[in-house]
């Protein structure tokens, strides 16, 4: 629905889809309407068709004229989710350990704790308690691969609550598992909603977890949502799917309005971020969602240790597969207007900021791939560092309400201000993504750094 509607339009075109057989429910804030239906409803209330299309050797259903509605409809409704689109694509890479034996190859909870000195949080005793967030995927992750990890490195039993969107997936899949096991490492306690959209992972599918999300953070008060998936801004060109940013968009627009930040991986392709190749080649583009300007865009680092034995930084640098550069879509965030380094003073840089994502430095993950047995993998990629962020936020979250104080907001423009008092970030200043190169403050690969995690944490709970 556009911005400003009322519970009466909400009403009225809501009543317009079920005269067309279609189920119609609305979201308790009235923005956002879900329904429910065949192709033959849809097409009939949408005066349009559906035709299966190949782009780029990938096939999608799409609509076969542009949807038309009445005026008095029309002119409600902001987008919609009508058509699927191409795929969404994981923002993750893994390599085998093999069967599991004992904790060995990647980083452990712990190792990684260590290294971006987590530690004294949880020693404190803030694991986010009382804290909520929420992660969108495509397909689930399995009890027992999350039951074996929290076992195999201590961590207390902490399920995710699972929420279906469009009929969800059963089928396990690298990625849910990644972000949960991630979370949980950073968070013990924190409760997670893993929003599972079908495994097919469509534009409009996942499009649809989001505005899921959005409508349940209103009365579940979510500190964050992770988005570790993305498309590149030009693939939703060639698809003709721009419709669906827009939906997506406001859905983002309201989460960050209502508190709840948005932490998406930035991307694995370096600044030609572009899984589909919908491209001329050596044309530069960023992902979305990361580009969007209502959410924290989370690149990726190398964050090799001194030693096996010995976790503390070495040297800390640009991963190469990390996503970055100047948004076509979007204007400047506020939060970077005055920011030194950027690659644009008028549009979206991306990142903001990054963590550890070369598979090389690694997480250690409990994984059983479809058809296989339960294993250890190393897993890298920026969806390995965006959970990590969104669920520290719930322990910044945690620590301010103990000691009676709000909920921090707005976090991006406290991020960039935290940035600038020396010991929070560790500005990264080599390496870079295949274009961009990192550098001193800010730069489109790596964004105003990674975090030391206490002295941000600090510096983040002491603020008014």
Known sequence: MRPGSSIHDTMLVAQYFRNFG????????????????????????????????????????????????PPAVASRILATTIFDGPRMHPM???????????PGGGYSPANIATYYDGTSIATAGFK???????????????????????????IPSNLPTIVSVDGGSTTQDGEPTLDVETEISTANAVSIFLYVTPDTCSLSTFAD???????????????????????SEDSYDAAGADALITSQHADLVDLEAANCWPFVASGDSGAFENPNNFREDGELTVSYPASDDHVIAVGGTTASSKSPSLIARNREVAWGGSGGGVSGKFGLPTWQVGVAGLESTT???????????????????????????????????????APAWAAFLALV???????????????????YAASKVAGNFVD????????????VGYDAVTGVGVPDEFKLWTYLYSLP
Request: aromatic share 8%; hydrophobic share 40%.
């Open 22 to 69: 279609l189920s119609v429910s609305a979201s308790p804030d009235n923005h956002i309407l879900f329904a429910h239906g065949t192709y033959g409803q849809a097409g009939a209330a949408a005066h349009t068709g559906f035709v299966r299309v190949q782009l780029n050797g990938e096939q999608f259903t799409r609509t076969t004229m542009p949807e038309s509605y």
């Open 92 to 102: 993750n890479v893994m390599r085998p350990l093999g069967i599991l034996v004992a």
């Open 128 to 154: 986010g308690t009382g804290r909520k967030v929420a992660i969108v995927v495509c397909g689930t992750a399995l009890t027992a691969d999350i039951k074996k990890f929290e076992s195999l490195f201590g």
């Open 209 to 231: 977890g989001i505005a899921k999300v959005e409508a349940d953070n209103t009365t579940k008060h979510f500190d964050s949502v992770n988005i570790s998936y993305g498309l």
């Open 347 to 385: 549009h979206r840089n991306v990142p903001d900021v990054a963590f550890d994502a070369d598979l090389n430095t690694g997480r250690e993950i409990v994984f059983t791939p479809p058809g296989s047995a339960q294993g250890a993998f190393v897993f890298g990629g920026t969806s390995m560092a």
């Open 397 to 415: 979250q945690q620590k301010r309400v103990t000691i009676a104080k709000a909920t921090l907001k707005p976090v991006a423009a406290d991020l």
């Open 428 to 439: 990264i200043t080599m390496g870079s993504n295949n274009f961009y190169p990192a550098k």
